[in-house]
């Protein structure tokens, strides 16, 4: 079994900033990409940002140039550097990680969510 804990989430006044941590644990035989998603109340889920193993990164428009996503793969733990927050952005932010229980099989997995509120 494989799971994803995730935690930094909060309230937090527009224009400042908050990091959410995602950890993997479990049976790991390796992780490839991990990622952050989000979910606004009353939309569909979207893609935050992205990380490979190698460390090459993609983010959505709207939160290019704010938030920095990284990833300690010795600790199979991936972050998400999150400044510049706008109401915009308040959303539940779920952590996905690709997880190889061998050098063939592996499938993603998802952490529970994180709430993150951008409110004055």
């Known amino acids: 079994q494989v799971q994803l804990v995730e935690s930094g989430g909060g309230l937090v006044q527009p224009g400042g900033s908050l990091k959410l941590s995602c950890a993997a644990s479990g049976s790991i035989f390796s992780i490839g990409s991990m990622g952050w998603y989000r979910r606004a109340a009353g939309k569909q889920r979207e893609l935050v940002a992205v990380?490979?193993?190698?460390?090459?990164?993609n983010y959505a428009s709207s939160v290019k140039g704010r938030f920095t996503i990284s990833r300690d793969n010795a600790k199979n733990t991936v972050y998400l550097q999150m400044n510049s927050l706008k109401p915009d952005d308040t959303a539940v932010y779920y952590c996905?990680?690709?997880?190889?229980?061998?050098?063939?099989?592996?499938?993603?997995?998802w952490g529970k969510g994180n709430l993150v509120t951008v409110s004055s």
């Open positions: 996905n990680a690709e997880v190889y229980y061998s050098e063939v099989r592996g499938r993603d997995y």
């Open positions: 990380i490979t193993s190698g460390g090459v990164t």
